[in-house]
């Protein structure tokens, strides 16, 4: 997917400003979920670069886990996002914008509200809110898929997309897709077939 040239008053900016900007951000984010109460890594006492067992209480506790795959969708749509709201942006900026937008979710993914939510309505059961190096990592991968769908035309990244959300209802019964429905509107049956997946 690619913009219009990077113009306009955003231009201005030096490229190490935006950079300065997003480390400032995710700094923020730290921060916020050190406020909450989140821990800073996982309560197990390690840090492990992949953690792939879903129904886990390490699970959104460790670096990477499947739910890393939907944050690098979170960065397919945020860049569709940007490109609309700031089209003359230089793409650093627009990657500022979808850090923020990224951060902002994941504490509000973190309140009490949300965890309860995912808790009842989704098979999450053992969800007690993300650690902060897991929450960091979210943004991280959500980066890698704005800057994968800045480098891939359009119908690569679809393509990619539909990959991953496929990819991931076969091997955890669970995606992007299904985890929005579960969490706005859960629905008992799906949750019975969810519980149902493989101990990856």
């Keep these: 997917m690619t913009g219009v040239a990077d113009t306009g008053p955003f231009g201005a900016m030096p490229r190490n400003g935006w950079v300065f900007i997003i480390a400032a951000i995710l700094g923020l ?19 492990k670069l992949w953690h792939g067992v879903v129904h886990s209480a390490e699970n959104s506790q460790q670096v990477f886990d499947w739910y890393s795959f939907t944050h690098v969708l979170h960065g397919f749509w945020l860049y569709l996002f940007a490109w609309f709201v700031l089209p003359r942006a230089p793409i650093v900026a627009r990657l500022a914008l979808a850090v923020l937008i990224e951060g902002a979710w994941e504490v509000i993914e973190n309140t009490n509200f949300v965890i309860d939510r995912y808790r009842t309505g989704t098979v999450a059961l053992d969800y007690y809110g993300d650690s902060i190096v897991n929450s960091l990592s979210d943004n991280a991968a959500m980066m890698m898929g704005f800057l994968l769908a ?34 706005i509107y859960p629905l008992d049956a799906i949750k019975v077939w969810q519980q149902a997946a493989p101990l990856h």
């Design 150 to 183: 800045r480098s891939l035309p359009v119908w690569g990244t679809i393509t990619l997309g539909v990959l991953i959300e496929g990819s991931l209802i076969y091997l955890i019964r669970d995606n992007l897709l299904l985890n929005v429905v579960m969490l």
């Design 29 to 47: 984010q730290a921060l916020g979920l050190l406020a909450m109460g989140r821990v800073p890594m996982c309560a197990c006492g390690s840090i």
